[in-house]
T-cell receptor
Framework: GENVEQHPSTLSVQEGDSAVIKCTYSDSASNYFPWYKQELGKRPQLIIDIRSNVGEKKDQRIAVTLNKTAKHFSLHITETQPEDSAVYFCAASGGASGTYKYIFGTGTRLKVLA | SAVISQKPSRDICQRGTSLTIQCQVDSQVTMMFWYRQQPGQSLTLIATANQGSEATYESGFVIDKFPISRPNLTFSTLTVSNMSPEDSSIYLC????????????FGSGTRLTVV
C-alpha cells in the first residue's frame, strides 16, 4: 500500500526565515496531496493542497511543490512567524489504497524562534 | 467546509469499559472517517464509515473492538470497547463531502485516558 515519509521530524528556524518540509510517497497513482497544520491540543487544519496535474501552488506565505517523477512534494513557508509554530502533516490519496483515503506522513514539529 | 461537532471532548475511563464517541456534521456527507492519534504521533485511519453499509476497517483494527455506526448522512459513532491503557489516545472523526479533491475536515477530537 501507500507509504508516506516526511522529513525532518523537527525543524527550528528564526523568525523571518523560510522553512521547508519534504514528503515522499510510494504509490505513483496517488493524485492529491494535502498539508495539515496542527497546533497543540487542536484539530488538524488544511492549509494547502495540490493535485497531480499541477506542479506548484501558492497561497500567500505558503507554497507546495510536487515532483511526480520523483514522487515527492514539499511545503514551503516564507517569512515565518511565531504563529507558524505547530506540527505539520503531509498526506497522499487517490492511489491504490482508495480514492478518498488519506495516508499521512509522520509529522514535522516546526518551531519559529522569535 | 463542513462543521463537525464531536463529543465528548475528553474522558477518563476504567479499563474493561466502553466509550462511544459521537460526530455530528452540519451537512450531508458521503464518507466519514475515524482516526486515532497517539500522543506525539501521526494520524492512523481506523475505519471508513459509509451510510447504509458496514464500516471498512484498516489493518490492525477490528469491528469487535471498534464498532462503528452510520445511521444517516450527518452522524456517526465510534465505540472503543473493552478498553485497556493502550487505547489511551486522541480519536478524531473526519469527513469528505464527496466533492472531488476537497480536503478533509476534522472534528475537534476526543482525548481518551484509560486507567
Amino acid at each position: 500500500g501507500e507509504n508516506v515519509e516526511q522529513h525532518p521530524s523537527t525543524l527550528s528556524v528564526q523568525e523571518g526565515d523560510s522553512a521547508v518540509i519534504k514528503c515522499t510517497y510510494s504509490d505513483s497513482a496517488s493524485n492529491y496531496f494535502p498539508w495539515y497544520k496542527q497546533e497543540l491540543g487542536k484539530r488538524p487544519q488544511l492549509i494547502i493542497d495540490i493535485r497531480s496535474n499541477v506542479g506548484e501552488k501558492k497561497d500567500q506565505r505558503i507554497a507546495v511543490t510536487l515532483n511526480k517523477t520523483a514522487k515527492h512534494f514539499s511545503l514551503h513557508i516564507t517569512e515565518t512567524q511565531p504563529e507558524d509554530s505547530a506540527v505539520y502533516f503531509c498526506a497522499a490519496s487517490g492511489g491504490a489504497s482508495g480514492t478518498y483515503k488519506y495516508i499521512f506522513g509522520t509529522g514535522t514539529r516546526l518551531k519559529v524562534l522569535a | 467546509s463542513a462543521v463537525i461537532s464531536q463529543k465528548p471532548s475528553r474522558d477518563i475511563c476504567q479499563r474493561g469499559t466502553s466509550l462511544t464517541i459521537q460526530c455530528q456534521v452540519d451537512s450531508q456527507v458521503t464518507m466519514m472517517f475515524w482516526y486515532r492519534q497517539q500522543p506525539g504521533q501521526s494520524l492512523t485511519l481506523i475505519a471508513t464509515a459509509n451510510q447504509g453499509s458496514e464500516a471498512t476497517y484498516e489493518s490492525g483494527f477490528v469491528i469487535d473492538k471498534f464498532p462503528i455506526s452510520r445511521p444517516n448522512l450527518t452522524f456517526s459513532t465510534l465505540t472503543v470497547s473493552n478498553m485497556s491503557p493502550e487505547d489511551s489516545s486522541i480519536y478524531l472523526c473526519s469527513v469528505d463531502t464527496g466533492v472531488t479533491n476537497y480536503g478533509y475536515t476534522f472534528g475537534s477530537g476526543t482525548r481518551l485516558t484509560v486507567v
